[in-house]
């Protein structure tokens, strides 16, 4: 009887101790982490953000970038953190931020903003994810209810990896915020663009262009800021209010220095990393070519492409494989633990069974396979119930992987945004007439930030068109 009644009282000195002042508001707030642990996070997670993903290859864009958060962060509660501020080289449309002062915006959303002081806007946003501990409460939360952090499904890191990039990578780079986080958010970083002194009038336009994105679904991809950042009610109408209410303030915008950073950046996904015609997944680069089944999902990264059931109850895919041949890649990955090896059922193609964290259990095939000289690793896993229904699947994936020597599918090239200034008033429609680009008209309007029908793009804007990366179709 003794013990049940310490056990509530341990809890409540726990969470007493626990309690911290948040920076923002000034009142209590759950933090199980510290901060000299919020940075130890944010600079592990860096690592994992650039391994995973990488940032995009232009130092001078990177240095700009980081210029902008730096001196957002300066008016913000939290100044002292070691902040940092990184495009990353993906092509979804989004922006996050870790514990400690990472912030990170990828080229997808970059293409999409049509001023400085829109990114001012997002940096902001996510600079107030930070200095009100969002992340850093969420996971108290978590380790409170014993949930923990870890995402991998799989003891072993080769086959977890597949199921991680199933669910989009990093726990800390999805993680999802509340609407109340993403209202206080919006509110702090208009707050430090305004103190910054670029214009805030720049803020609900990229609300308003990511809404339409989403609801439009451009590109087949619905922006991941969408789904990490649940829309406030009225988020855009009601910024314009907090704004009027300001007084309307102005501020810059710097347009032409933002433009010259786009001109020539990579537009949408680069194909030299991978590209799929139809099911059929294609890497010029390596120079391979695998059929996916009809259907079935594909996620490309740079550490591997895998595909999910439309059931999402079965996983199959491809890496590079640890070792110089065939065999040492197989005994490298059969000595992990929780892997255990079943029958040989062709040349260095196994069955095996994998345990999970939870102490459950995956079956699947896996095989190794030379080409071009590397040795790459084609596996595919499901529930040891559904494995006789998926194995056919998996031995048909496993025997499309082949070589790719095709010119036309191999000399491929990316996309690129080209600013234009435009020479007269004239319609997103017209400007497409004069400027072709090399994507449809509505993905061409919300680049440049155009959303209905009658707007018009001024004379001396600069605007953007897409040029080059035609793949081919078959």
């Not at 009644?5 to 969470?15: D, F, G, N, Q, R």
């Not at 993680?175 to 209202?183: A, H, L, N, S, T």
């Amino acid at each position: 009887m003794r013990t049940r009644m310490m056990i509530p009282l341990i809890s409540a000195l726990l969470l007493t101790a626990a309690c911290a002042t948040n920076p923002v508001t000034g009142k209590r707030q759950l933090a199980l982490i510290t901060e000299a642990q919020e940075i130890q996070m944010g600079a592990a997670a860096m690592q994992d953000i650039e391994r995973q993903m990488g940032f995009y290859p232009d130092a001078e864009m990177q240095a700009y970038v980081n210029r902008i958060g730096q001196q957002l962060a300066a008016t913000s509660e939290r100044p002292e953190l070691p902040w940092e501020f990184r495009v990353v080289d993906d092509p979804m449309i989004n922006a996050f931020a870790v514990p400690g002062g990472k912030i990170f915006v990828t080229r997808g959303i970059m293409a999409h903003f049509n001023d400085e002081a829109e990114l001012a806007s997002v940096l902001g946003h996510e600079i107030g994810h930070v200095t009100a501990r969002h992340s850093v409460e969420q996971m108290s939360k978590q380790q409170l209810a014993g949930l923990g952090l870890g995402l991998a499904m799989i003891l072993s890191p080769q086959v977890a990896q597949f199921g991680d990039l199933a669910n989009m990578g990093l726990q800390l780079m999805f993680m999802k915020f509340g609407r109340d986080d993403e209202r206080q958010s919006d509110d702090l970083g208009l707050r430090y663009m305004t103190a910054a002194g670029w214009d805030p009038n720049s803020m609900p336009p990229v609300f308003d262009v990511i809404g339409e994105i989403s609801r439009t679904e451009t590109g087949g991809r619905v922006p991941e800021w969408a789904s990490t950042h649940p829309d406030p009610e009225n988020r855009a109408g009601r910024l314009r209010d907090q704004i009027a209410a300001m007084g309307n303030p102005q501020g810059r915008t710097n347009e032409a220095a933002f433009m010259r950073q786009l001109d020539g950046m990579m537009f949408g996904m680069n194909p030299r990393e991978g590209y799929t015609v139809g099911s059929t997944f294609i890497h010029p680069d390596l120079q391979f070519r695998m059929n996916f089944p009809q259907g079935w999902k594909i996620q490309n990264t740079r550490q591997a492409v895998v595909a999910a059931s439309p059931q999402q109850d079965a996983l199959v895919g491809l890496t590079l494989a640890q070792g110089s041949d065939a065999r040492q890649a197989a005994r490298a990955f059969f000595s992990q633990q929780g892997v255990q090896a079943g029958q040989e059922v062709q040349p260095n193609t196994y069955t095996f069974q994998a345990q999970t964290q939870g102490g459950g259990i995956v079956q699947g095939v896996t095989g190794f396979v030379p080409l071009g000289g590397r040795v790459f690793q084609v596996m595919g896993y499901t529930s040891p119930n559904s494995y006789n229904r998926y194995a056919n699947t998996f031995a048909s994936v496993s025997a499309s992987l082949q070589r790719e020597t095709d010119p036309r599918y191999i000399n491929v090239e990316s996309k690129r945004i080209d600013i234009v200034e435009v020479p007269r008033d004239m319609s997103i429609a017209e400007f497409a007439r004069n400027y072709p680009s090399t994507v449809d008209l509505q993905t061409l309007a919300l680049a440049n930030g155009v959303l209905r029908e009658g707007d018009i793009l001024r004379r001396g804007t600069l605007a953007k068109r897409i040029v080059g990366g035609r793949l081919p179709e078959r």
